[in-house]
């Protein structure tokens, strides 16, 4: 059974930081990509950050400079570190394991999500 379980979202003030982990249980971790998502209320799902087996990383314009993703592959963990957070980072953060062998076949996995908020 495929797990990943997210924690260390919660509330912080603009210009804080918080550190995000997923820890995935059921999928051989090193060969997946690891990601992390968001979705703000009453918007689409998109890409924070992405990070491949071989340490390739890919983040969205709006958080680079800020956010960094990293991965434990002795820990089977994913790290988010979000610093200089602004209100318009609040959203829901969703962990993602993906695995593709071609164009049309793999395996995508998701998490529960965290819910971050940046309020003053």
């Known amino acids: 059974q495929v797990q990943l379980v997210e924690s260390g979202g919660g509330l912080v003030q603009p210009g804080g930081s918080l550190r995000l982990s997923c820890e995935a249980s059921?999928?051989?971790?090193?060969?997946?990509?690891m990601g992390w998502y968001r979705q703000a209320q009453g918007k689409q799902r998109e890409l924070v950050c992405t990070?491949?087996?071989?340490?390739?990383?890919n983040c969205a314009d709006s958080v680079k400079g800020r956010f960094s993703i990293s991965r434990d592959k002795a820990k089977n963990t994913v790290y988010l570190q979000m610093n200089s957070l602004k209100l318009e980072d609040t959203a829901v953060y969703y962990c993602?394991?993906?695995?593709?062998?071609?164009?049309?076949?793999?395996?995508?996995?998701w998490g529960q999500g965290t819910q971050v908020t940046v309020s003053s």
């Open positions: 990070i491949s087996s071989g340490g390739g990383i």
């Open positions: 059921g999928i051989s971790f090193s060969i997946y990509t």
């Open positions: 993602n394991a993906r695995y593709s062998w071609n164009a049309r076949s793999g395996y995508d996995y």
